[in-house]
């Protein structure tokens, strides 16, 4: 794995190195490269489809690299044992066996998801940064891997979709329209969102400005020095990154982050396509 490396300045050196975009409300923009050294076994690997499905070779031979046993065939094994079980309110609405009868529970082994795909053992990883969302797919009984790689952030659903049809045709087994469920799904949220009565939502009176400064305090002291609240118009928002979502006032200085009328662009919980529930409270 040559071209495969842990830094995205050593990536920006090839002559052929993919751009991160993001998209915001219907346009889609450049944005930087995120630098995550501190947190670099979280997902600081930049590769190519080209290295990574020898990686993805490497596991289906059960921890074999060309003649080389790498891994014991037992330990390529132990990685894809269920360790513990994934709740199905956690493990996204796309995998959830309850609404798509087609996938199985989700369990969580030594770095893989392993559940079922119309009744094939199926074994997958998945991460996302800014402009960027990978996903890693085995069935292992089949030999059969998949790696979908983008360049746009929040588009989650995206990997799962591709790889699920490709699947279906290398299982040859009749398709199923995984964009349109994922579109069903999304219309959904934004309808209960719509239909949620507005006095449940949040207190609508303006937050004092004292409290203002109590956040900024309490981030500042915090671990969360990446987030940045600020005033605008009669209440605050909240920016992260390349992404910005109103504060939504509740109750004394409890605020909820989330789309409301007029915001297209709610920061995201990792793996949820609806509107966040993240809670931000002052402790100050």
């Not at 998949?146 to 979709?161: D, E, F, H, K």
């Not at 507005?198 to 609508?204: D, E, H, I, V």
Request: glycine share 6%; net charge positive; proline share 7%.
């Amino acid at each position: 794995m040559a071209s495969s490396n842990f830094s995205i300045l050593e990536s920006q050196k090839s002559d052929d190195f993919a751009r991160p975009y993001s998209k915001v409300g219907n346009e889609v923009r450049l944005v930087p490269f995120y630098n995550i050294d501190a947190l670099a076994p979280a997902g600081a690997i930049n590769s190519n489809v080209e290295e990574m499905i020898r990686y993805v070779r490497f596991h289906l031979d059960q921890g074999k690299y060309g003649e080389t046993q790498v891994l014991s065939a037992r330990s390529a094994e132990r990685l894809r044992t269920p360790e513990t079980v994934i709740p199905e309110l956690l493990a996204g609405a796309l995998h959830n066996p309850s609404t798509f009868p087609e996938l199985g529970h989700t369990s969580y082994g030594l770095g893989f998801f392993v559940t079922t795909y119309r009744g094939h053992e199926v074994a997958w990883h998945s991460g996302s940064i800014d402009g960027f969302s990978a996903l890693m797919t085995l069935l292992p009984r089949e030999k059969i891997g998949v790696i979908i790689l983008t360049n746009l952030s929040g588009n989650r659903p995206a990997p799962i979709c591709v790889t699920r049809q490709i699947l279906d045709k290398l299982l040859k087994l009749d398709p199923i329209d995984w964009v349109a469920r994922a579109k069903e799904l999304d219309r959904k949220v934004e309808q209960a969102a719509r239909e949620r009565p507005r006095a449940s939502r949040r207190n609508r009176s303006p937050p004092p400005l004292a409290l203002l400064e109590r956040l900024r305090r309490s981030l500042r002291s915090s671990r969360l020095r990446d987030l940045e609240v600020g005033a605008s118009g009669d209440g605050l928002t909240l920016a992260w990154r390349n992404a910005s979502t109103p504060l939504l006032h509740r109750r004394f200085d409890i605020f909820e982050t989330g789309t409301s009328e007029s915001d297209n662009n709610p920061i995201p919980r990792p793996g949820s396509p609806s509107p966040t529930g993240l809670m931000a409270r002052s402790t100050a």
